[in-house]
């Protein structure tokens, strides 16, 4: 049985009552083409799902129409884009505004030009993916069916539920709660406490709503106001070192960090990464990365970052989760860096990967509703709570825009707040059309943030309009803040050259700049290497990086080669003498499922 079929299958168990199969729709008005479609999904898929094949554009809009009197789900709309009558787009538009959780999917002819119809419908955000006929194989057919069928069936969130999480909706531990889970990945069904399912799970475990968030695992498990580390812990994770001496220390598992465990541990470097929550970093809350190499449909920066996760595990990272470092100690032969916990490990070479935060708002009452309606970074698990309601992102970038565009998917309105009279300078092109081809979102230039209301949770905001000089209340159900960060670099020792908190790396590095950050070496500092000899930096908080995953991956990887040279230079081999002989010693214990 498929992945995709066990999902479907555990979905129906879970609901507790047998339901009609979800419905693949295909549509093209060449019949050959229908029906050959249709035969070849029937036979790979036809256990699971219910194949139903139209040809002209009235008779499918009319079939699609009865599917959603009887509530049928429909998981994929495959629409030719050559439709008689109506365009494969048009089509695709009215078939979703009736199904609006099926998976939109254009097939098109073989043509690879720029002016490709697909090109525009998903620069439009108007398919989710295409299909191209004819195709030449049933298993490309099939395994590219497979993988659209995965994305909705995790959209529908079916599966096993690994957790039942107790709480309020509008409680901030019960979102940080949410938020942790969803960035770990792990399956979890949420329940009102004040739900008629809430109380019985409570009453079963002899608990009330005195104090929530409460966590009950499959087993039986259960937390009542757990910490992050316990939630990591009780899902697997290692929250704690057992190697106090090692080759590379990576500090960060973002796009950067992950991706310099992969290739330090592929290549026979013991290696430690420390994360501060869990893996992912900024990546991992970015709901669609349509930037990133190889993946033409995008791909979500979650999953690609537990991909990178699993990866480094699986060459024999050591992956270590809730921990923040909080220094770092240069010593004559090795480089040292302490834990929160009051541990200290002992490397080689470190590769510094801490990313950045988000920037604040600074508006006290906001601040006071954050996780109660106001969210910093992208939305995630809070997205699909938004249905039908109105709400406000602030911010002009690139990842202010993906956020809105998510939301607009489930939010009735979004509306966009931006200082500055344009989105030009700050967005990209694909992105500001994107928005503009969004019925439902809307942009509000020269506007800003001067307050929110709400008691428990965000009601309203008062926006100030500076053309106007007015100031307005509106209604809001949450503000999504993006409006750039900070390294997060503080931790650093000032031997570290930092510039407006960003590492210097290579050239960047002042060689005879002032005391206590003068380049100790006769010979230049390496491309990525900071001011301190083997303490590298990578991805966002290095000075002068791109800010995107794609060059925060590149630098990870690039850092491990660089690590290599250091580790031949002169002024390492001392360090390596002594760190090796203790390697030896290193017990390796067994690795815990990372994430
Ligand atoms: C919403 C959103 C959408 C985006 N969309 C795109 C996109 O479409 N395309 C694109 O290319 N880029 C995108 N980006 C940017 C991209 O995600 C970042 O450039 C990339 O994640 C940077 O990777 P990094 O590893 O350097 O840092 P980060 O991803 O910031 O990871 C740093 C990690 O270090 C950890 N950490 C910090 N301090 C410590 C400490 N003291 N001890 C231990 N761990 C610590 C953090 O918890 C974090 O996990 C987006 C960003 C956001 C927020």
Redesign the pocket.
Known sequence: MSATSAAVARWRVAEGKPTSPPVLFVIDDDTGVMTALRDDLSRRFGRDFRVVAESSAAAGLAVLRGLADEHARVALLIVDHGLSGMAGVDFLARAHAMHPLAKRVLLVERDYSADSPVVRAMTLGQADYHLTKPWMLEQDLYREISEFLADWATDQQAGFELFHVIGRLQDRGTHQLRELLARFNEPFRFYDADSEQGRRLLQGKGLDASRLPVVIRHDGYTMVGPTPTQIIEATGGTVSSDVDECDVVI???????LTAAVYAASEGLQTVV????V?????G??PM????PGFAHGVS?HDLTRRACEQAWMFGAHMVFSQ??VGLECQATERVVYLADGHRIAARAIIV????AWRRLGVARLEALVGAGVFY??AGSETRAMEGRDVHVVGAG??AG??ALHLARYARQVTMLVRRDSLAQTMSDYLIREIEATGNITVRLHTEVRDGHGDDHLEALTLYDKLDDQSEQVPTAALFV?IGGEP?TQ?LPDTVQLKWGYILTGRDVVRDGSHPSRWPLDRAPLPLETSVPGVFA????RYRSI????S?VGDGATAVRLVHEYLCTEDATEAGRNLQVLHRHCTSSPHQPAH
């Not at 500090?251 to 960090?257: F, R, S, T």
């Open positions: 500090v960060g598992a973002g796009p950067a960090g420390l994360e501060e929550t893996s992912g970093g900024q990546a809350n970015s990365i349509r930037n990133y920066g923040p470092v990967a801490t990313g950045i970074g992208a690139n990842s993906q956020t993006l997060l931790w990578v991805g966002d908080a800010k995107r995953v794609a925060a």
